[in-house]
Nanobody, 114 residues
Framework: VQLQASGGGLVQAGGSLRLSCATS????????MRWYRQAPGEERKWVAA???????DYADSVRGRFTISRDSAKKTMYLQMNTLEPEDTAVYYC?????????WGQGTQVTVSS
C-alpha cells in the first residue's frame, strides 16, 4: 500500500490549505487514519484522526481550525486547514494504522508566513 500526500504549499497567516492523502488501494480493516506533522528541530506530533465509524479527534492546537475527513470511494483522506498560523509550519504526514501494519505517506510541506 502506497500513500501519496499532496496539497502543501506557502500561505499567509489566516489562509487555508487542503491536504490530500491518496492510497494505492482500498484499506479494509483499518483502525484509524491520522495526520501528523513535524516542524524543524521537533518530534513528529499527532494532529488529527478519523476512525472507521467516522468519529474524529484533534490535537488541542488545531481543534476548531482543522477538519479531517475521508472519501472511501476515492481512497483518499483529507485535512482541511483554516485560519493557519505560522506555528502550523511543518511537514505533514498521513498515516493509516491497520491490524497488520502502519503505513506512512512521504510528507508534504506546509509553510505559513506571518
Amino acid at each position: 500500500v502506497q500513500l501519496q500526500a499532496s496539497g502543501g504549499g506557502l500561505v499567509q497567516a489566516g489562509g487555508s490549505l487542503r491536504l490530500s492523502c491518496a492510497t494505492s488501494e482500498r484499506i479494509i480493516g483499518f483502525r484509524a487514519m491520522r495526520w501528523y506533522r513535524q516542524a524543524p528541530g521537533e518530534e513528529r506530533k499527532w494532529v488529527a484522526a478519523i476512525a472507521p465509524s467516522g468519529s474524529v479527534d484533534y490535537a488541542d492546537s488545531v481543534r476548531g481550525r482543522f477538519t479531517i475527513s475521508r472519501d472511501s470511494a476515492k481512497k483518499t483522506m483529507y485535512l482541511q486547514m483554516n485560519t493557519l498560523e505560522p506555528e502550523d509550519t511543518a511537514v505533514y504526514y498521513c498515516n493509516i494504522d491497520t491490524v497488520y501494519k502502519n503505513y506512512w505517506g512521504q510528507g508534504t510541506q506546509v509553510t505559513v508566513s506571518s
